[in-house]
């Protein structure tokens, strides 16, 4: 048997015929730049996700820089970041001209420490951005408390995490604004580069509104209050994802299943499994991400075996050539350097079959029972890097 990573093929022929349609309907509009199909899907994405406001963007990169402008986050001011983020977070920080602080995580949830977020923030603090990891959102109660009392904006990089719940909340609804990436990847996939920036605060998303469209005042062709961006959504992408997010929820769903499924069958093993959902947290699993002191073994002998996985992500931005700098200025991260050396993501798509997850699972504990305790993930295991 063959277990893929992602099959994008097998999603999209479950779909055809509504999709083509959708794109053949731009096609003969030939409204191409802004228009009804962005407008459509702007109006079900804050529907969906019970938000005042969504400004369909690029991709979640362009969307994550226009958020921190349109909050307000002054160039030169230091926004406090995950260390184990994906390296865009960390670029967009930069493109709006701020300095990324890292702060290590949670050796559980890979989201956050709030105890050191608190520890990071000081009077050059221009916005938190906890990245709502895997799919699993990152806890905000605490970091609402921080933030609220040094006048700061949290803006959520919910690029991973469209359709998550947390204490009765999604993405956007508490925070200043949240950033999504329509990357095909994402649980919610264009067919291209796409993002979107959803809020609650009405001088926000008009703010993102003009930055993202050259600086244009609102209906206006031709006057531009000031510089803004190219880093409109095309209304093909708005085509595609207007159609693909009425199914969003049930391939949201069959995720969780699988979730479940692998815990069920995983939990039992030396492996360090994702947490569970519960009446609190609802995650929607963009990546089903175990924990095994014999990584690199175990995705080879997937591998043989016909599986796929991913590591997301292998090295951690303070470690990234272009960044190493921010290594001696806000480390140690003990917990993302030794997590990045020991996660594994394995297949989880909504295409995917019992049976495949089966396979995925018989393999995994015939690799376990093979090397014995030399996988097991102890505390010991996970000292930080030293230099
Ligand atoms: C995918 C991703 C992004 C960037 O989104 P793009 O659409 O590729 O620009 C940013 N942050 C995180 C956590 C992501 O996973």
């Known amino acids: 048997m063959k277990v893929q990573f992602l099959n994008l093929v097998a999603l999209y022929d479950s779909i055809k015929p509504e999709i083509d349609e959708n794109i053949q309907a731009v096609l003969n509009s030939q409204q191409f730049i802004k228009g ?26 362009s969307a994550l820089h226009v958020a921190l402008l349109a909050c307000g986050v002054k160039p030169g001011s230091e926004v406090v970041t995950a260390a184990n983020t994906f390296f865009a977070t960390v670029e967009a920080i930069d493109h709006a001209q701020c300095k990324p602080v890292l702060v290590d995580i949670e050796r559980a949830a890979y989201t956050l420490d709030p105890n050191k977020v608190r520890t990071s923030i000081n009077e050059n603090t221009g916005a938190v951005i906890p990245v709502h990891l895997y799919g699993r959102l990152a806890d905000l109660e605490p970091l609402i408390g921080l933030a609220s009392s040094h006048g700061l904006p949290i803006i959520e990089d919910a690029a991973q995490a469209i359709g998550a719940v947390r204490n009765g909340y999604g993405i956007g609804q508490r925070s200043a604004c949240a950033t999504i990436s329509f990357f095909p990847g994402k649980n919610l ?27 244009r005042l609102p209906g206006e062709k031709y ?23 009425r199914h969003l929820s049930k391939w949201n769903e069959r995720r969780r299943q699988i979730a479940r499924q692998y ?33 690199d073994k175990l995705q080879r002998y997937l591998k ?16 990234q050539p272009a960044t190493k700098e921010m290594a001696s200025s806000n480390g ?13 993501s394995l297949p989880i798509d909504p295409m995917m079959s019992d049976e495949a997850v089966n396979y995925v699972c018989l393999h995994v504990r015939a690799f376990l029972e093979e090397i014995g305790a030399q996988a097991a993930c102890k505390e010991t295991s996970l000292q930080p890097v030293m230099r």
């Open 36 to 61: 009804p199909f962005l407008d459509e899907f702007e109006a079900a994405l804050a529907s969906y996700l019970g938000v005042n406001h969504a400004i369909g963007c690029s991709s979640g990169t």
């Open 189 to 215: 996939g264009a067919f291209g580069d796409a993002g979107a920036i959803v809020t609650q605060d009405d001088t926000v998303a008009k703010h993102c509104r003009q930055l993202i469209d050259h600086g």
């Open 223 to 245: 006057l531009h209050a000031s510089f803004g961006y190219n880093y409109r959504m095309d209304a093909l992408q708005a085509a595609v994802l207007t159609v693909k997010l």
């Open 263 to 295: 815990y069920s069958q995983l939990k039992e093993t030396s492996l360090i499994l994702p947490i569970p959902d519960d009446g609190t947290s609802q995650s929607v699993h963009h990546l089903y991400v175990v924990r095994c002191a014999e990584r």
């Open 304 to 319: 043989t075996n016909g599986v796929d996985t991913g590591i997301h992500y292998p090295v951690p931005i303070h470690l």
């Open 332 to 344: 140690p991260f003990p917990i993302a350097e030794s997590t990045s050396k020991q996660i594994l």
